[in-house]
């Protein structure tokens, strides 16, 4: 699974978003069905399943750590904040265990586009993801188009 930060009315069109948006169209396409049914508020989550080139079923789980600054079309991302990061880290956790994920990746959350420090959001990851079960690989950089090793195989 890979997990990974954004607003409620994100446009996906920077870093890991717009690489996950390039990907899997479908999953900005279900994301916007989504929250014209039910709207989602900064500290939730989005979970969403697809089928990756290889066949295999890719989970990617949107974690809303940033607000909306504004209203309507004008509106934009704000910055993240700590609160934020910290409620969307716990249903990250319980989704993790009810969904019976083997292993989740995930950025240094929150700390590009969101505006955070890494130590400041990393005892957040430490609480909540320390006992989930499984392995949590965070990445440090995020290279378009560079396969990571994440030791898992």
Known sequence: MIAHGIAPHDHFDTGLALALRERWPSMVRDYRHAIHAKPLEAGEI??????DADGRTRGIVNLLTQGMIGDGKAAKPGKATLENVSRSLKALARHLRDEKVTSVALPRLATGVGGLEWSDVKPLVRQHLGN???????????????????GLG
């Open 46 to 51: 989005w979970a969403w399943a697809g089928v």
């Open 132 to 150: 989930v079960g499984v392995p949590v690989v965070v990445y440090d950089v995020y290279v378009k188009g560079v396969r990571a090793d994440e």
